[in-house]
């Protein structure tokens, strides 16, 4: 069975926890604390000599003495710390306690998550844990989107991508939602739901300032008149970073998707109506009826994407043309056929490849592939597909290879699909050998093969799985591994991951909302970002309005998945609801951006700057209400 991309993954993460067990576990007390309790023990700290013998060997400015600092009760561990009064218990002299046992300071302990996983009580060790677990968050989100996209090739696009894909999606913050207001005390799930809340926050921020911005930014192209109307010509930039002559065109999808986006602020506004009003509710009855709202608009936009799956369609319409590509390049790279290599020596393409290829194709020799010789090649060259899976096949690589849109290929058309095929391909253009820049370009398709399409671990006994596609059965079987395996590594490390942020933020005297504001949305969101500026990058109104349909799909999903989440653990709890700049933070963003997006089709490149700028007057905004005008 050959070890696959996942399975390097999953092994890697694992030595790495190992590692961390043996070199981040905190140690229970410091070195001076450890040596002020010796000294004390035998009674020597009265003696200036040996107590400045101990200090000197041990490198420490002070050793404690027993009895001076008294232990403070800690409110946030509900008082299992108690207060310990020098004056009353300790002999002032001796700096011993009654019965002959000293009184240490206070130290600090970390309690390791599972009872296994590592923890830290210093400001680098959290900030190391918070990455760790962080990218391991990412993996699986990787490997949640992976699988939903793998199974968006052989299943519905409705029923799969209304009701399962937004779910998979926003899993993974949900998780962390769920367990930051979950564990310990009251007192202790108050202040670990700010790592909720900030998720939250951060995550519907960075999707429509940052990533809404950078999508504007990479997709821009020439912007021009066309039936007197300002739109953006696909694949064209001859105007760099031109503010007003370069933008982004969009479709009638996409901006009812912001429209349906900007609704799903009106929770927030319900749960904050007490803070608004300045009225007690008690028993938290405006956040219950906020997270009704909340479920009832995840219902809703569910089954608006069942019953109207065009977004989803298109989602799957890039997945199959992954698919086909990923297949062919695989076969064209590995070996050398009767066309010769696919590239050469530098890891260009081979000017001699396309040509005896067209030839081959071209079987009335008229100059032009049509659609018969295209589809008689997929035949040929895919072997046993059924009829629906080759009418995807031709339509895609028509679409790849037919710029001209006349519904033949041409051999100029062919040789820039299959360049521009081989330029998603990193790392090729370096000099070397022919065998090396073969290797190279077969250890790139094989991974990237193995990740999205090969299935050979799951059915070894297919001695043609090299030849053809694999089957339906074999792509379902391989999502559902990718969906099972980023759902359990999502749930097992959520929880570190929030004691990890938790503990950085006690050490580092940061807030928690602003740690997982800026950090923890990198390690959910990464996966739905890189995809969505990959699409951008293509420089088509198709494209780029998918990009911001799954960017406003995510917030919608943040707002009712994510925040219902939230509320149930708030009312469930009987927590205080005391998110006002939070909430506001949320919603002006939300509001904004769907409002800017509600109302035109066509962005210019300034509008970037917009949405950029949002994202530090959201942290402002809440620093300034929160410390400064003392909102919390």
Request: charged residues 15%.
């Amino acid at each position: 069975m050959k070890m696959k991309m996942e399975g390097w993954i999953l092994v890697g993460s694992i030595v790495s926890l190992l590692f961390l067990l043996g070199v981040c576990r905190s140690e229970s007390h410091s070195n001076a604390v450890t040596a002020g309790l010796l000294l004390n023990v035998l009674g020597l700290a009265e003696h200036e000599e040996i107590y400045e013998l101990g200090r000197q060997e041990l490198g420490i400015n002070e050793l404690p003495q027993l009895g001076v600092v008294a232990l403070e009760a800690d409110s946030v561990l509900g008082g299992k710390l108690q207060s310990v009064q020098s004056t009353s218990e300790l002999n002032p002299e001796t700096n011993r306690s009654g019965d002959g046992i000293g009184i240490l300071s206070q130290t600090e302990e970390c309690e390791a998550t599972y009872g296994v996983l590592p923890c830290s009580t210093t400001v680098v060790g959290n900030l190391f844990l918070v990455l760790v677990y962080g990218y391991i968050m990412f993996r699986a989100a990787k490997f949640l989107s992976d699988g939903s996209e793998l199974l968006l090739t052989v299943l519905d696009a409705g029923l799969i991508g209304g009701l399962l894909l937004p779910i998979l999606g926003v899993l993974p913050d949900s998780l962390l939602i769920l367990v930051s207001g979950l564990g310990g005390t009251k007192a202790e799930a108050q202040q670990q739901i700010l790592v909720g809340i900030g998720l939250l926050a951060g995550s519907t921020v960075f999707l429509l300032t940052v990533l809404w911005g950078g999508c504007l930014i990479l997709g821009r192209c020439d912007l021009g008149n066309a039936a007197g109307q300002l739109v953006a010509r696909d694949k064209t930039l001859t105007r760099g970073f031109g503010l007003t002559g370069t933008g982004v065109t969009t479709d009638y999808l996409t901006k009812l998707s912001s429209l349906i986006m900007i609704f799903t602020v009106i929770p927030f506004i319900v749960a904050q109506l007490p803070k608004f009003f300045g009225f007690s509710a008690k028993g938290n009855i405006p956040v219950l009826i906020a997270c009704v709202l909340s479920l009832g608009g995840l219902l809703a936009y569910c089954l608006y994407q069942v019953f109207s799956p065009r977004i989803q369609e298109r989602r799957r319409a890039f997945a199959m043309q992954r698919f086909h590509k990923l297949f062919l390049m695989r076969r064209f790279v590995r070996v050398s056929s009767e066309w010769g290599y696919l590239i050469d020596e530098h890891g260009k393409l081979n000017t001699d490849f396309p040509e005896m290829m067209f030839q081959a194709m071209d079987r009335d020799a008229d100059g032009f592939i049509s659609q018969m010789e295209l589809k008689y090649f997929i035949n040929t060259t895919m072997g046993q597909i059924g009829e629906d899976t080759v009418q995807e096949a031709l339509e895609h690589l028509m679409s790849a290879f037919d710029s001209s849109g006349d519904k033949k290929i041409t051999k100029d058309e062919l040789r820039d699909g299959l360049s521009k095929w081989l330029s998603t391909m990193r790392g090729l253009s370096m000099p070397c050998t022919l065998e090396q820049a073969v290797l190279h370009a077969t250890q790139h398709t094989e991974n990237e093969y193995a990740q999205f399409i090969d299935t050979a671990e799951l059915d070894e006994s297919d001695d043609d799985n090299d030849e053809n596609p694999p089957s339906r059965r074999q792509i379902f079987q391989k999502s559902m591994l990718l969906m099972l395996g980023g759902t359990a590594l999502a749930a097992v490390f959520a929880d570190p991951l929030v004691d990890a942020v938790n503990g950085f933020s006690k050490v580092s005297k940061i807030p928690a909302f602003f740690v997982s504001f800026i950090l923890l949305p990198l390690a959910s969101n990464s996966s739905e970002a890189v995809s969505s500026l990959v699409f951008a990058s293509r420089k088509k109104k198709k494209t780029m309005s998918l990009t911001y349909s799954q960017v406003y799909g995510g917030v919608t999903m943040n707002n009712t998945m994510g925040l219902g989440i939230f509320l149930a653990v708030v009312y469930g709890r009987q927590l205080i609801w005391d998110f006002s700049s939070e909430v506001l933070v949320i919603v002006l963003v939300t509001v904004v951006m769907g409002l800017l997006a509600g109302f035109r089709y066509t962005f210019p490149l300034w509008m970037a700057g917009i949405a950029l700028s949002l994202y530090p007057i959201s942290l402002g905004l809440v620093a300034i209400l929160d410390y400064v005008a003392g909102w919390q």
